[in-house]
């Protein structure tokens, strides 16, 4: 049996930008993407601790060092700049396997989006 499992998280990051006029994602500083085990063009979920949205998306590689979250398309109206956001991906393992995997979880500084 095969079961869902959260694979990486970005655990409270400051949306940077909000771009309404790009199609739809969220772009992530590379640091913080390799750090969190995260690759372009993944799903993710996008939790909003200001709101209480939730949503669904793809990941577009940012510039490295930049500390960009920026929210694309339609997410930029589920969001404020500002905002604090929770970033997840998940991975679907062996029954057997979840119960050994660890997610990798990273929690950025929540104004400046560095690696703490």
Request: charged share 25%; aromatic share 6%.
């Amino acid at each position: 049996m095969m079961i869902e499992v959260l694979k990486s998280k970005i655990h409270c990051a400051c949306v940077t930008e909000a771009n309404l006029n790009y199609i739809g994602s969220i772009t992530i500083d590379e640091d913080l993407m390799d750090a969190a085990n995260m690759v372009a063009g993944e799903k993710v979920h996008i939790a909003d601790n200001n709101n209480g949205e939730r949503f669904e998306t793809y990941i577009i590689k940012g510039e490295r060092g930049s500390g960009k979250i920026c929210l694309n398309g339609a997410a930029a109206r589920k969001v404020q700049l500002g905002d604090i956001i929770i970033i997840m991906s998940y991975a679907l393992l062996d029954f057997e396997e979840a119960k050994n995997f660890k997610p990798t979880i990273i929690f950025p500084d929540s104004t400046t989006n560095k690696i703490i």
